[in-house]
C-alpha cells in the first residue's frame, strides 16, 4: 500500500498550512504555549499551538475538516448542513 503525503491526502489544508503556519520560538510572551502556531481555519482570530510541525498540522486538520459553516472546506460545511437541518 502506497501512503499519501499529506499535500495529496489533505490538498486544501495543507496550502492553508503552508501559507499560515509560523515558528513562534523568538516570541517569549508566548512561548509556553507552543513552538509553532497557525491561525484557526475559521478565522476567529484564534491560534492554534503546538511543539511540533506534525502535532500542529494534525491540530490544524482537525479543525479544518470539523463541520461548521465557517470552515474553509466545502466539505465540513457540507456535512454541518447535513447534520444540523
Not at 506534525?54 to 466539505?75: A, M, N, T, W
Request: hydrophobic share 35%; with cysteine.
Amino acid at each position: 500500500m502506497v501512503r499519501k503525503t499529506n499535500s495529496e491526502a489533505y490538498p486544501e489544508c495543507w496550502e492553508f498550512f503552508i501559507d499560515f503556519a509560523r515558528n513562534i520560538t523568538e516570541e517569549d510572551d508566548i512561548k509556553h504555549l507552543g513552538n509553532y502556531r497557525i491561525s484557526a481555519p475559521d478565522m476567529s482570530g484564534r491560534f492554534i499551538y503546538a511543539d511540533c510541525p506534525r502535532i500542529l498540522f494534525g491540530k490544524l486538520k482537525e479543525e479544518f475538516y470539523k463541520p461548521s459553516l465557517q470552515s474553509p472546506s466545502v466539505y465540513s460545511k457540507i456535512q454541518y448542513i447535513v447534520e444540523n437541518f
